[in-house]
C-alpha cells in the first residue's frame, strides 16, 4: 500500500499511528505541501481535494483521514482499535465525527495562523483568525475533558482509534500554541498517547523555532 502524506500533517498522522501500532507496511509518498505539490495535476488525479493524506492499496485509492484508519483496522485481523460489536464502533465512531467537525476544527485554525503561516512564510497571525480559533477550542475543549474525567482513554475503557484520531488534532499543541493550559484530562490523556511506542515512531522533525 502507497500513502500519499506529509510529514507534519496531523491528517497523515492519524493514518501513520494506525498503521505503526497494527504493523501495516506503508510505501510513504511525501507530498510537499510547502511548493504546492499537493495541487498539481498529477495528485489531484489521486485526491482531488489536493490534500494529504490519500491511499492506494492495489489501484483502490481512498482519502479522507478517518476514512483509511477504518479502512486499515478493518483489514487487520485480531485488531482492537475497532470494536466489533455494532454498539461500540458506533462509539468510536460518534469521537471520530465529532474529533472532525469540532476538534480538529479548531485545532486547524490554530495551527494555520501559529505555526503554518510562520513556517511557509505567508507573514503574521491574523488576530481575528486566531481569535475564532480560541473561541472553537474554547467550545470543544470543555466537552472532551469532561468527558476523559476518570478515563484512561476516549472509551471503550482501552486504546482505540478515536484516541489516535483526537490525538493527531494536538500534534502541533506547542508550536500552534493551542491553550491547553486549563485541561487537565487532555493533557494526562494526551501524555498517556505520547508514550505509546507509536506516537514516538511517527513523530514528525522537530518545528523550527521563530
Known amino acids: 500500500m502507497k500513502l500519499y502524506f ?9 493514518v501513520l499511528l494506525v498503521a505503526t501500532h497494527l504493523d501495516i507496511p506503508l510505501e510513504r509518498i511525501e507530498v510537499d505541501l510547502t511548493t504546492g505539490k499537493q495541487r498539481e495535476t498529477s495528485y489531484l488525479g489521486i485526491n482531488p481535494n489536493g490534500r494529504v493524506p490519500a491511499l492506494d492499496d ?5 482519502w479522507e483521514s478517518r476514512a483509511i484508519m477504518l479502512y486499515l483496522a478493518e483489514k ?21 465525527f465529532w474529533c472532525s467537525a469540532h476538534m480538529s476544527q479548531a485545532a486547524t485554525v490554530l495551527v494555520l495562523e501559529n505555526f503554518v503561516k ?30 476523559l474525567a476518570g478515563r484512561t482513554w476516549v472509551t471503550q475503557e482501552r486504546l482505540t482509534l478515536a484516541d489516535f484520531s483526537l490525538a493527531s488534532s494536538f500534534a502541533l499543541a506547542g508550536p500552534a500554541r493551542l491553550p491547553l493550559g486549563d485541561y487537565a484530562n487532555i493533557r494526562a490523556w494526551l501524555g498517556r498517547v ?15 523555532r521563530a
Request: hydrophobic share 30%; charged share 20%.
Open 118 to 147: 510562520q513556517r511557509t512564510g505567508r507573514g503574521p497571525p491574523n488576530p481575528t483568525e486566531v481569535a475564532r480559533g480560541e473561541a472553537l477550542f474554547a467550545q470543544a475543549a470543555p466537552v472532551l475533558d469532561s468527558h
Open 194 to 208: 505520547q508514550e505509546l511506542e507509536a506516537w514516538q515512531r511517527t513523530a514528525p522533525p522537530a518545528p523550527s
Open 76 to 96: 487487520t485481523p485480531g485488531q482492537t482499535l475497532l470494536p466489533t460489536d455494532a454498539r461500540g464502533r458506533a462509539d468510536v465512531n460518534r469521537w471520530l
Open 58 to 62: 492495489d489501484g483502490f485509492v481512498l
Open 6 to 14: 506529509h510529514p507534519m500533517s496531523g491528517n497523515s498522522r492519524r
